[in-house]
């Protein structure tokens, strides 16, 4: 049962030089708890395709379709709460708050969503991406790898429906992004998400179900 449906899914953006076609009518459909990679070169539209499906983006033609919802007939009040109760994204930047600690910057937005188990959650899945030890360090205090793990727990903590990764070892050495590869797949599995990912890394395009080439703004393979 498809989860993502995207028809004819166009974006254009006004920019200096004008109107710029960043995606040229994407037709794509992702199936429930499937692993979806999409891979291509710098430019090519990935990262603009996975906002879209998180509406960050809002699709200029076409038709959006996430869990049954048109993406681009709803509000930017109504698509914060879809994605707050639906989605996690974890992107290449870390995105942490560096005045909270690991388990304060997973909790808070359990608790902002009215769980009254924020930090009982958080720290289970902290325990999960192997920070049981680092639940009360800042960010400053933390790796890269373990900043982004910090990351990974808290896309993960609203059990959601839907995890979207944008490039989540792009910023790390080969052995970081090795461990979080690993934890990402199992939080997929821990909570049986559907996960689309962005990367440029050939070996986290291998372990998805299927990958998808983008270039120019469109599906190429």
Known sequence: MAVITLENAQLALDGNVGRVEILRGIDLSIDKQETVGLIGPSGSGKSSLLMLVAGLELATG??????????????????????????????????????????????????????????????????????????????????GGEQQRVALARAAAPRPDILLADEPTGNLDASNGEVIMDALFALRDRHASTLVLVTHAPELAARCDRTIRLADGRIAA
């Open 62 to 143: 076409g038709r959006v379709d996430v869990l049954g919802n048109d993406m681009t007939a709803m509000g930017e009040d109504a698509l914060a709460r879809f994605r707050r109760d639906h989605m996690g994204i974890v992107f290449q930047s870390f995105h942490l708050i560096p005045t909270m600690t690991a388990l304060e910057n997973v909790a808070t937005p359990l608790e902002l969503a009215g769980k009254s188990d924020a930090f009982e959650r958080a720290t289970s899945e902290l325990e999960a991406v192997g920070l049981a030890d680092r639940l009360h360090h800042y960010p400053a205090q933390l790796s």
